[in-house]
C-alpha cells in the first residue's frame, strides 16, 4: 500500500525549473504545485509514471517562463511512498 506525503520547499525564482526537472527524475513524485510567497497558487501539474521528454516539454517550458517572472515561491510536492 502506497502513503502519500507533501513536501513545501521554498526557492528563488531563478532555480524553480531545475528543481522541477530534478523532482521528476526521482519519479516518486504524484503532484507538484507552484505558489507565490503570498500562498496564491500559480501553477500546478500532476505526474505520472513515465512522462517524460516531448510530452512534458510544455510544462517545463510555461516552468521557465513562470521563474523569469517570480521571485521567491514555494513547490508543494505530492510523493508516493511504498509501505513495506
Known sequence: MATITKESIKIQGEKVLNKVK???KEGNVRKIT???KDGK???SF???IGVVGAVFAPVLAAV???AALIGEC???VERE???P
Do not use: F, K, R
Open 41 to 43: 497558487e500559480l501553477m
Open 22 to 24: 530534478e523532482l521528476v
Open 81 to 83: 511512498e511504498q509501505q
Open 46 to 48: 500532476p505526474l505520472s
Open 74 to 76: 514555494t513547490i508543494t
Open 64 to 66: 521557465g517562463a513562470l
Open 34 to 36: 507552484i505558489h507565490e
